[in-house]
Structure formats: C-alpha cells, structure tokens
C-alpha cells in the first residue's frame, strides 16, 4: 500500500512571516543587543535566507521598530480590553504579557535610542498613549490623586512589571504572575507621600572631587564617557567622541586605558564602588538597615548617579567576564541585604517569593529614578521613589 502523502505545509502571509520575524528579532535584540543582531541572524533562526528578509523589511532598524510596535500591540491591546474592568483585571492582563513578552521592557529601556528621530519618537508616543490611559484609569478610582501623582504610580508598576527582562526564579509561571501583579497592585494603590521625605542620612551627590583636589584624567575620561555611553549607547560613541569630550585627541586616551572596553568598565567599578560605600555607609549609621531606611537610602544613591544607573541598566552586555561579575557582586549583595531585611519584616515569607519582590522594588526603583522628572525637587522624587519601593515590598501590609 502506498504510503500517505504528507499535506503539503501552508505558505506563511507576509503579514504573518512579519511578525514572526519581529517577534524573532526582539528575542535576539534582547539576548545580545541591537548592534550584535544581523539580519542574517534572525532569517537563519526562522528558517530563511537574509535576502528573503528584505522582502519584509529593508533594514535593521525597520526591525527593531516592528520588534517594538509588536510588543506595544500586545500592551495596547491588554488596556483596550480591559481598561472598563476591575483594575485587578487589568493589572492581571499587563502581566500576562510582562511575562510572555520579556523582550519589550529591554528594548524600551535599552535599544529604542537606535531608531531614527522621527521613528523613536512614534514609538514613544504609542507608549506615553498608553500610559496615559492607565493614568487616567487608575485616577477614576482614586479621584485624590494628581496626574504628576498618577504618572508616577503607573511608571512604578510597570517597572514592577519590567522585572522579568532582568530576572530568573525559582517560583513556576503561575507564583511569578501573582507575586508580580500583586506588587503592581499594591503599588497602584499605595499612598503617595505629603511633606517631607523619609529620614536617612545624605549620600554622595555624584562625581565629586575632595575640596581642593582636581579630578584625575582617567576619571574624568570616565565622567564624559559615562554621560556619552548613557545617551547614545556604547556602541554608539567612539574614543574620538569621549576623547573630543575632554579635549584630548581620541588616540591619547590609549596612554590610561587600553581599549574603549576597559573605560566601559572603569565605569561600572565606579558605580560598584559607589554602591560598596553606601553599604558601607549604612551599616555604619544607626537605623538605615531597618527596611525603610535601606530604601530611602538606595534611591538617593540612584538620584545621586542616574547616568551611571542609566549606563548600567544599558550597557551591561557589552562588558567583559571579569567586570560583570565584580558588578553582579556588588548588586548581590545590595539583594541580599534588601531580601535579610524584608524577611525580618515578613516572619511568614518564604525567601523566593521575597526575593522576587526585592527584584520587583528594585527594578521600580530603577525605572522611576531614571524616567521621574526631578522638575519636582530631588527630595519630592526621593519620598515618591522610597514610598513606591516599600509599598512593592510590603505588598498591601
């Protein structure tokens, strides 16, 4: 008997192969970054030649900016649905596509910068659109609010949500959704703070040479660079660009640093150092490692260095073995004293579940810190930071 023939397998629409080679490409942007992706990669992961894929979009950017309409869809569609239900309903769908779509907060946060002027700012307004919406959801059911104040609850739950782009666990899917929407939640519902903000000592207002001293060459190399990688990328800066930014032909910056890899990392021990002072710092000063006093502090370190926070957030992927690991240690153990902290808070907390809400609090820290308008007054932000980050931590206490 002849064998059966196998039904012959259906022709992909263009509009259908468009978003697979989106979705495609927003994975691998995520893993490696824009600058490490060729189209010939992404064809290769769906089966195509890199020919067939300027048949679909005629470059790479064009990719990333469908990458990002992609995921931006997703989010759209989960406010339109669900912006007339219980805000625990919406809540409960923008999480469902923080986990299903990872990619999207890192491209937001990390390759957006590479798109043309005109496309970025598209892509952004979509965002700010959406945005909007959710302010004025969440002010429907909290009338008391103001929009400076709605703003700034919405962009610390989405920060919330940003956590899976960064972070593994040991919960399953379903622990993670819940302990993520729950904190968006209690974010959503916390009450933002009047007067002034929380005690804590003062913390280093940044790049800061002792009275009298002039800053060394190497770190004001450094300085500039941090500032440049932080606005164009550091992909996107050349040692010509960082040496014209002190004055110095490009070649000369050689005699302090071998490569332009080496500032990078310059400039991430600064940012380590910093943070190793601070706990330092902490441990040394009565009161700042009860939970409150740990945060106040940890987000006026993050006002005081938002281009190096900015950088990091950024960056990260660009550096060598040997640096990320001083790096990773320096934020472990910030993780951990966090973790100790809301453990002793929480008796009946089990330590996953707390350190999720730490990676929560403190990818919320990240995004506010950074995206806030300190139009408002540092201490006004550092209140409204400190105050988002505890209501993530204690989750509705």
């Known amino acids: 008997m002849a064998a059966p ?107 957006v910068r590479f798109l043309g002027p005109e496309t970025r700012e598209a892509v952004r307004e979509r965002l700010r659109s959406r945005l909007e919406l959710l302010s004025h959801r969440l002010r429907r059911d909290r009338p008391e609010l103001t929009e400076r104040a709605a703003g700034v609850l919405v962009t610390g739950a989405l920060g919330v949500l940003a956590t899976p782009s960064s972070t593994g666990t040991s919960l399953d ?37 002792p009275d009298g001293d002039a800053v060394s060459r190497p770190q004001e190399i450094v300085d500039h660079a941090v500032e440049l990688f932080h606005t164009r990328g550091y992909a996107g800066v050349s040692l010509d660009d960082i040496g014209a930014a002190v004055g110095m032909a490009g070649p000369s910056l050689l005699h302090h640093f071998a490569t332009k890899a080496d500032i990078l990392s ?18 040394a000063h009565p009161g700042s490692v009860d939970l409150a006093g740990l945060v106040d502090r940890y987000v006026g370190f993050c006002l005081a260095n938002r ?42 907390l089990d330590e996953p579940t707390a350190r999720l809400r730490v990676r ?28 988002v980050a505890l209501a993530v931590l204690r989750d509705g206490d």
């Open 307 to 348: 281009a190096l926070l900015g950088v990091y957030v950024s960056e990260f992927h660009h550096l060598p073995s040997d640096a990320r690991e001083r790096t990773a240690a320096a934020v472990r153990t910030e993780l951990r004293d966090w973790t100790r902290s809301l453990l002793a808070y929480f008796l009946d």
């Open 173 to 209: 899917g379903d622990q993670v959704r819940a302990v993520l929407a729950s904190a968006a939640l209690a974010c959503l519902r916390s009450t933002p703070p009047a007067g002034s903000p929380p005690g804590g000592a003062p913390v280093d207002e940044g790049i800061v040479a």
């Open 266 to 283: 310059a400039a991430y021990d600064l940012g380590s150092e910093r943070l190793r002072a601070e706990q330092r710092a902490r441990r």
């Open 5 to 111: 023939h196998a039904a012959p397998r259906r022709r992909m629409q263009a509009a259908e192969r468009r978003a697979q080679l989106a979705r495609t490409a927003a994975a691998r942007f995520h893993l490696v970054g824009y600058h490490q992706v060729s189209l010939g990669d992404v064809a290769a992961d769906v089966g195509l030649t890199g020919p067939a894929v300027y048949r679909h979009f005629h470059n790479k950017e064009a990719l990333l900016a469908a990458a990002l309409d992609g995921g931006i869809d997703e989010v759209a569609a989960a406010v339109e649905l669900h912006l007339e239900s219980p805000l625990e309903d919406l809540v409960d769908a923008l999480t469902r596509v923080a986990l299903d779509r990872p990619d999207l907060w890192t491209l937001l946060q990390r390759e």
């Open 360 to 387: 929560a609090a403190v990818s919320a820290v990240s995004d506010l810190t950074r995206l806030t308008s300190s139009a408002h007054g540092r201490p006004a932000v550092r209140a409204e930071v400190t105050a």
